[in-house]
Structures are given as C-alpha cells and as structure tokens.
T-cell receptor, first 113, second 114 residues
Framework: AQSVTQPDIHITVSEGASLELRCNYSYGATPYLFWYVQSPGQGLQLLLKYFSGDTLVQGIKGFEAEFKRSQSSFNLRKPSVHWSDAAEYFCATISGGYNKLIFGAGTRLAVHP | DGGITQSPKYLFRKEGQNVTLSCEQNLNHDAMYWYRQDPGQGLRLIYYSQIVNDFQKGDIAEGYSVSREKKESFPLTVTSAQKNPTAFYLC?????????????FGPGTRLTVL
C-alpha cells in the first residue's frame, strides 16, 4: 500500500534561515506528490505538486521541492524562512483510481525571530 | 470569487444528535471529498463523490452519511452512530489533471460534542 512518511514532527528554525522538510514515499511507479500548508484552525493550502517532468518543482510563497526517485523522497525547501511560514506542513500522495490523498502525519514548523 | 466554503466554522453537538456540515464549491469541479483531522494525525478520508448522484465510502465512513444532489454541494451528516465525532472536518474538491486530480480544501468545520 502507498504511504507517506514525514520523519520530523517538529522543526524550529530562525527567521532568515534556510528550511528543508523531509518527505519519503513508498510506491513502485512514479507517484503523484503534493505539499500542503495549514495554519492553525484553517484549511489546507496547496504549495506545490509533482506529477511528472522536471524533478525540481516551484511553488507558491517561495517554496520548492525536489523529487528524487533514488531516495524515494520529495523534500520541501525554502532558502529564507519568514515568521509567517510558521504552520503545519503535510506531504501527500495519490492512491487508487478515485484520487484518494494519502497524507503524512505532518511537520509543525516554528520560526524564531 | 471562486473557492470552497464550509459552514458553520464551529459546531457543537449534544450526545445523540445528528448534525449536518455544509460544503459548497463554485470551481465547477466534478469530484468532492470529506476528510477528518484529529490532533497529531494526518487527514483521513470519510466519503468521496466523483459525480453528481454518486458517492463512495472512504476509510472511516461508519457513523457518517453524505448526499450529492448538486454538483456544487456535498453535505456531510455526522450521525449519533459516530462514536467519537469531535474533530476538524475538511471538505475538498478536485480539479482534474490527467491521471490525477489536484484537491483544493475549504476552511474547515470544527465539531465538538458536548
């Protein structure tokens, strides 16, 4: 069965520092991968997605992610974090013919001033 | 302004009551989904609908029911049979993109059982 693992439950970075959030997936063929962000008490906002093609994907808010088949990873990166980036981040993949999203458990990001 | 709306934002239910959560979208998407989110967990699929008048159970459908009479609307009823309904409920709709949809989420409804 397909699954997504986010190894880090909490991450704290200083404002202006670089960020990398890890995501590993288990699937034989090329997966469809997504990163979503959720602010407290809010819905999920799509940051970026990978279906095929260029393995480096650009998203909104200055985020990017790189698909690495050899490592079964789809890590999210940002070169300089802003205080407003503090939120919970979810990696997800598609499962099955009805487009069911399989989510990781999420990584909560705190940003120190 | 296109998007997905959910109402109410907060909902309180007494034991033994059924409650209905509203989800409306004006994105012209065929597919709609209901997810449940519990603290410290990712989202779990309750029900989904790929087309009007058709819907399917997800992973945790017990104690829930849905209808899809209109393309724009996919209400979720939390029945008294749901043993632990306190959670954050998220509705999504899917934009087709080849072999996979991209799902867009509403702002959510927080349900609390008193």
């Amino acid at each position: 069965a397909q699954s997504v693992t986010q190894p880090d439950i909490h991450i704290t970075v200083s404002e202006g520092a670089s960020l990398e959030l890890r995501c590993n997936y288990s699937y034989g063929a090329t997966p469809y991968l997504f990163w979503y962000v959720q602010s407290p008490g809010q819905g999920l906002q799509l940051l970026l997605k990978y279906f095929s093609g260029d393995t480096l994907v650009q998203g909104i808010k200055g985020f990017e992610a790189e698909f690495k088949r050899s490592q079964s990873s789809f890590n999210l990166r940002k070169p300089s974090v802003h205080w407003s980036d503090a939120a919970e981040y979810f990696c997800a993949t598609i499962s099955g013919g009805y487009n069911k999203l399989i989510f990781g458990a999420g990584t909560r990001l705190a940003v120190h001033p | 302004d296109g998007g997905i709306t959910q109402s109410p934002k907060y909902l309180f239910r007494k034991e033994g009551q059924n409650v209905t959560l509203s989800c409306e979208q004006n994105l012209n998407h065929d597919a709609m989904y209901w997810y449940r989110q519990d603290p410290g967990q990712g989202l779990r699929l309750i029900y989904y609908s790929q087309i009007v008048n058709d819907f399917q159970k997800g992973d945790i459908a017990e104690g829930y029911s849905v209808s899809r009479e209109k393309k724009e609307s996919f209400p979720l009823t939390v029945t008294s049979a749901q043993k632990n309904p306190t959670a954050f409920y998220l509705c999504a709709s899917g934009a087709p993109g080849g072999l996979a949809d991209t799902q867009y989420f509403g702002p959510g409804t927080r349900l609390t059982v008193l």
